[in-house]
C-alpha cells in the first residue's frame, strides 16, 4: 500500500551496541519507485540501517513502516523478504558451477517456497518472468553460461536479477558498482533507471560519479542519523557534510 506516497519510512529509530549507538534517531522516507543514494563516512550507520529495514537488526526504539500501513518491526528477516523487500550485498553470491538460467530458476523457487527439485519446471508465467529478467540484466545471450565465467560486473547482474525473480517492491543494495569496470558501472547506471519507477531502490555507495549519473536525491548519514539530504550538488556544498568527510 502506497496510498500516501511513501514505500518506507523510518521515524527516531535508534539502535545500541553494547552502549554505543549505532543508530540515532534516523528517519527516512523513500517514496515508489523512488532511486535513493546513501552516502557517509565509515561507521555512519549504513549497513546497520540496512540491517533494520530488513529485519536483522530490530531497533531499541523508533517506527519502521514499508507502505503506510505494513509495521515492519513486528515481522522476522524471512517474512520482510517475502513481503518485497530484496538485499543484495556487496560481494555477488551466485551459484559458480550453475548457468545463468538455473541461478534465475532458483530464485523462483525460495520464491514459492518449493524445495528445490530437478523436476521442478516453471510455469509460462514464470518463464516469461524470466525471460524478461534475462533482458533486463542483458544476459539474454549468456543463459547457457556458467555464473562462474561471467565477469565481476555480469554476476552482479545475475544477483540483481535473482532478487527481481521475486518481484521486489523494495531493492538495498551495498555498494553494487564496487570492483567494476567503467562500462560495467555505466550499464549499472542504466540498469538502475530501468528499475526505477516499477522498484524503489535505496543504494548505499562511494562512487560520486555513479551517483551523480543515477540519483536525483542523496541522504547522508553520520553518527546514526541524516547530516543532510538533497541532489548530489547540494549535499557536496553543505558545510556540515565537508567537514565530515575532510574532518575539519
Ligand atoms: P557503515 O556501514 O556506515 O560503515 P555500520 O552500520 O557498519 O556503519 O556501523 C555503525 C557503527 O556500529 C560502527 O561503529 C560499528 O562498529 C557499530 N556496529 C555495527 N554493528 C555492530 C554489532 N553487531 N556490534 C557492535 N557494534 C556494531
Not at 44 to 73: E, N, Q, R, Y
Not at 83 to 107: C, D, M, S, W
Not at 142 to 159: C, F, I, P, T, Y
Request: aromatic share 6%.
Amino acid at each position: 500500500d502506497t496510498t500516501h506516497g511513501r514505500i518506507l519510512y523510518t521515524e527516531d529509530v535508534s539502535v545500541s551496541f553494547d552502549g554505543f549507538r549505532a543508530i540515532n534517531k534516523l528517519s527516512l522516507d523513500i517514496a515508489p519507485g523512488e532511486l535513493r543514494c546513501i552516502i557517509g563516512p565509515n561507521g555512519a550507520g549504513k549497513t546497520t540501517m540496512m540491517d533494520i529495514i530488513t529485519g536483522k537488526t530490530k531497533p531499541d526504539a523508533g517506527t519502521v513502516f514499508f507502505g503506510s500501513t505494513i509495521d515492519l518491526l513486528r515481522y522476522k528477516e524471512p517474512q520482510i523478504a517475502q513481503l518485497g523487500i530484496g538485499r543484495k550485498f556487496q560481494k555477488p553470491t551466485v551459484f559458480e558451477q550453475l548457468t545463468v538460467y538455473v541461478n534465475l530458476e532458483l530464485a523462483l523457487k525460495t520464491d514459492k517456497g518449493v524445495k528445490a527439485s530437478m523436476f521442478f519446471r516453471p510455469d509460462s508465467e514464470q518463464s516469461d518472468r524470466l525471460a524478461e529478467v534475462l533482458r533486463t540484466i542483458q544476459l539474454a545471450d549468456s543463459v547457457d553460461r556458467l555464473a562462474g565465467n561471467l565477469s565481476h560486473g555480469q554476476k552482479q547482474w545475475l544477483e540483481i536479477g535473482m532478487l527481481l525473480m521475486q518481484d521486489p517492491k523494495l531493492l538495498l543494495l551495498d555498494e553494487p558498482v564496487a570492483g567494476m569496470t567503467d562500462e560495467e558501472t555505466a550499464r549499472t547506471a542504466e540498469l538502475f533507471l530501468t528499475l526505477k519507477g516499477q522498484h524503489s531502490l535505496l543504494v548505499v555507495e562511494h562512487d560520486m560519479s555513479f551517483i551523480k549519473t543515477i540519483s536525483e536525491k542523496v541522504t547522508v548519514l553520520h553518527e546514526g542519523s541524516v547530516l543532510a539530504e538533497g541532489t548530489l550538488e547540494q549535499v557536496q556544498n553543505d558545510e556540515r557534510v565537508i567537514e565530515v568527510y575532510l574532518g575539519r
